[in-house]
């Protein structure tokens, strides 16, 4: 099969043998790619529904190697979290994310969140909280800025202890969302079990909408139903001005795709954070 890898790159496999080639060469490669500083952050802005302002951004890692190019992080992610790795790479992504932050806070740029995706098997297993916890107290950063993305398949296994760890998080400051809300096991159940502060609506809801009635409803209910809740609704993956313009009807209070911005470099978001800004 073929598979695109990079903007300009594509690989042909013409066996699973071929792409464990891959997967044992990209592993080798991911061990040092933070070390040979391969990676770099982009920030996707979450624009503010209601008054247009951008002023919340979620980071997502980027691994640009040299001859293999740009490798998407729905590659080389799954691969990190199979071998260890996540829990260092999760390091980093937060180290870096809350050290822009914290370069936006001493020239003025009015960044005042920035999320960061946990991959489920590093919030089972690895210490989540700690690491959070030192880094804020290091880069002395305010744990309101900082909201942790984490996916439903994060707490299903275990709900009581997942509960508890969100919990102890929140009770630092730190804000947690749910991420690709719709796509899991997800109940209604858990909806109000769970100490989260915003819920992210997937993509695969917004795709259709404008064209799709039943989707209309599941999803402007959903919205009212967390805002109900107390928690505050992102939707993600909008592409087009109706899809955004049905979604402002339903009084969400962030949108987030390509329709308003790609996930950009930190100078981008601070132009847009600046030319959007509320005085
Ligand atoms: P995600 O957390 O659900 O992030 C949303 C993905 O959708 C991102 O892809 C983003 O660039 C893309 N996207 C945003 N708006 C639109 C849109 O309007 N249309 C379309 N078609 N796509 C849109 P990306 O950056 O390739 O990341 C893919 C996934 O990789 C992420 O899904 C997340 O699960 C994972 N990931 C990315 N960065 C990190 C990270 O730093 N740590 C961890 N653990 N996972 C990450
Ligand atoms: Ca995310
Ligand atoms: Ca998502
Ligand atoms: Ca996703």
Redo the contacts with the bound molecule.
């Keep these: 099969y073929a598979k695109e890898i990079g903007r300009n790159t594509i690989q042909i496999y013409s066996s699973s043998v071929h792409s464990n080639e891959r997967g044992r060469y990209l592993l080798s490669e991911l061990r040092q790619a933070a070390s040979r500083e391969q990676f770099t952050l982009r920030y996707?802005p979450k624009v503010t529904a209601t008054t247009s302002e951008v002023n919340k951004v979620e980071?997502?890692?980027r691994w640009n190697h040299p001859s293999l190019g740009s490798i998407?992080?729905?590659e080389f992610?799954p691969l990190a979290e199979k071998n260890g790795l996540?829990v260092s790479i999760?390091e980093w992504?937060m180290r870096t994310a809350i050290h822009q932050m914290k370069v936006w806070e001493e020239s003025g740029i009015p960044i005042d969140r920035v999320s960061i995706?946990?991959?489920a098997i590093h919030f089972q297993y690895g210490n989540v909280y700690k690491m959070v916890h030192d880094l804020v107290g290091e880069y002395n950063m305010a744990p309101s800025k900082v909201e942790l993305?984490i996916t439903e398949t994060s707490v299903m296994k275990n709900i009581d202890e997942a509960v508890n760890t969100l919990d102890h998080l929140r009770k630092l400051g730190i804000r947690i969302a749910l991420?690709?809300f719709g796509t899991g096991l997800s109940s209604l159940n858990y909806l109000q079990r769970l100490p989260i502060d915003t819920l992210k609506i997937d993509?695969s809801f917004v795709d259709d909408l404008v064209h799709d009635q039943k989707q209309q409803s599941i999803v402007s209910t959903i919205i009212s139903l967390a805002q109900h809740l107390g928690m505050e609704v992102t939707v993600?993956?909008?592409?087009h001005a109706d899809q955004a313009d049905l979604l402002h009807s339903y009084s969400c209070d962030y949108i987030?795709?390509?329709?308003y911005f790609k996930?950009l470099l930190p100078e981008e978001v601070e132009k847009a954070c600046l030319l959007h800004r509320k005085i």
């Design positions: 996707q980071a997502l890692i998407s992080p729905g992610i996540i999760t992504v995706n946990v991959s993305e991420d690709d993509k993600e993956g909008v592409e987030q795709g390509y329709y996930p």
